[in-house]
């Protein structure tokens, strides 16, 4: 389970001063779910869930996941969460197999049991092929394949995906939405960041709209089309981000 | 910190950095082939330019001795020399290199020698240029040949034995053991090489493992693991400082066998001869135990190396702008080599505490059989101060946010 309370990050620029990336983020995601996190470019998505996998540390507020709280065991959290985004590559000089295993062997597996897992993951993603071929010369499904293996290694209970379906092509892109739903249906708690409405609709039990940093509503795709009597989640995300007053991101330094 | 952790973080970034041909540039190859192509190439080169320069018989020029032909002919006569005639711009060859020295002989230079009243006889010549500086020995030997000649004449002709002249021989006889030789020698360029080598061999892998990844988005996907940022800090660290160490272990090791292959083809060269005895025993050699101390001494001044690169790489965004910040750097390293390498410059406690040039002194003394215990002590404290403060900057600037995640 995840449970954002209050997060918040500001970062300090020298130009543009104090910038609020993410103010007061609550919302709860529940195991065997998908929640999405929908937003414009730069709305404040990326923060949150590098804030969630302890990648930065909250200004103020706090979030538990998979029972554990971010700031206080940050390292007990990352054991525990399996992060995924189109900005967590391979190194290229590694073959996916030694991929795979660095990353088991950081998270405490023994030989024996990273054995086990990777031939297993390499069964269900189809990996034999390729598992022993330097991760350089990967096709982006190859490589997209590789890192799902790579979050899965230590079984997480809890995946987060920061826009994992960026700059892919369709079929490659199917396979990850696939791979996500999976993901749902073994139990584990989804966070899905894109601003991709289709995905959302395909995929997300909740979703939560995020706007210059703050989230505006959260619901079901069904309760948000009831509440503003529109169908096309388009339109919704358009009239939820319109209907609040933009707050400058930008305080005075 | 965790041992495992890091041992794990290590040996993936050895592997990765061994697959690497541009590590394997840096780590390995040049450091190899750098004391070789020193010794042998340039060595070799500069060889065979002084041996082709001393095989040309000097063209020269007498300016008067009209009045002394019998000196001239014996000038012409030598086979060291080649007279040419006499120029008015003669200066002018002699800048222009057609030739390499010019003697004038005085009025009544012939005369005046068997009167014993001889004037001085002048060479000129051009300074600091190798064949000039030749025909000018060459003519100097001649006319000492001359003078000792009419000495010894005057000397005969008054009945009077040689030795007035000169009582008795001066001998010059080399008591310094080859291994002391070869430390004066090479005490100045190896801790030159040495510390250039440290710094390149760190440079390469320093970026890779900070910029490159982050430049790669292999960080980001690193920061996922549960590893703790000190045991990352200290695994990829450690792989820098492979490179560094690597790179000096293989540029002594490469020294070593220079040095010995280098003797055993002296000695093969030698071996037809009477000389080959001597010529093996004054052949310089390198103090294994200077060789060992440099080593120690090396060591902090690796780890600092790493971690001032380690730290500044970090700090940038892609691997382009690293090597924008770490270039430069090269240059502090080089002045305080530089200035380690200029004869007169000693070793106290006031140089002991400057990075680099510390190490390029001491390392000079040690190879050279010179061992200031108190100095060594100072140099090696202060450059493991000097290397945790800046290990402690790495750690500290991979914890920080703004840093890991500048884009």
Known sequence: ?253 | MNHRHILTVYLKELKDSLRDRRTLLSMIIIPTLVMPGLMFGVGKIATTVFSKARQEVPRVMVLGGDDSPGVVTQLKASKKLNVVASVPDWREQISEKKVRGVVQLPDGFEAGLRAGKAEAVTIYNYEGELKSGFATSELEKFFRDLRDRAVADHLAAKSLPATLVKPFDINRQNVAPPEKVGGNLFGGIVPYIIVILCFTGAMYPAMDLTAGEKERGTMETLLCSPVARVDLVLGKFLMVLTGSLGAMIMSLGSLTITAALSGMIMTAGNSSGAMAKGATSFMPMIDPAGILGVIAMVFPVAVLFSAVIFTVALFAKSFKEAQSYVGPMMIAVIMPAVVGMLPGIELNARLALVPILNLSLVCKEMLSGVWHWNYIALIFGSSWVYAAVALFLAVRMFNREDVIFRS
């Open chain 1, 1 to 253: 389970m995840i449970e954002a309370l209050a997060l918040t990050k500001r970062f300090r620029d020298k130009k543009r001063g104090e910038i609020r990336a993410a103010e007061a983020i609550t919302f709860r995601a529940e195991p065997g779910q998908i929640y999405g996190l929908l937003g414009a470019n730069g709305a404040g998505k990326t923060t949150t869930l590098r804030m969630l996998a302890t990648l930065l540390k909250p200004t103020s507020g706090t979030a538990t996941v998979a029972g554990f709280d971010v700031t206080r065991d940050p390292a007990k959290v990352r054991a525990h969460v399996g992060f995924l985004a189109a900005s967590t590559a391979l190194y290229g000089r590694l073959t996916a197999r030694e991929m795979i295993a660095y990353f088991g062997q950081l998270n405490g597996l023994s030989a024996a049991d990273l054995r086990a897992r990777i031939k297993r993951l390499a069964d269900d993603l189809d990996m034999h092929e390729f598992l022993d071929r330097r991760c350089e010369k990967f096709s982006t499904g190859m490589k997209q394949k590789t890192s799902i293996a790579r979050t899965l290694v230590h079984d997480p209970a809890v995946m987060i995906f920061d826009e994992p379906t960026l700059g892919l092509d369709v079929m490659t892109s199917r396979a990850i939405v696939k791979f996500v739903r999976e993901c749902r249906d073994r139990g584990k708690t989804v966070i899905y960041s894109t601003h991709i409405m289709s995905e959302v609709e395909k995929l997300c039990d909740t979703v939560g709209i995020i706007h210059d940093g703050r989230l505006l509503e959260e619901g079901t795709v069904a309760g948000l089309r009831a509440k503003h009597a529109e169908n096309d989640l388009e339109e919704i995300f358009v009239k939820v981000v319109s209907s609040v007053p933009s707050s400058p991101p930008v305080l005075q330094p």
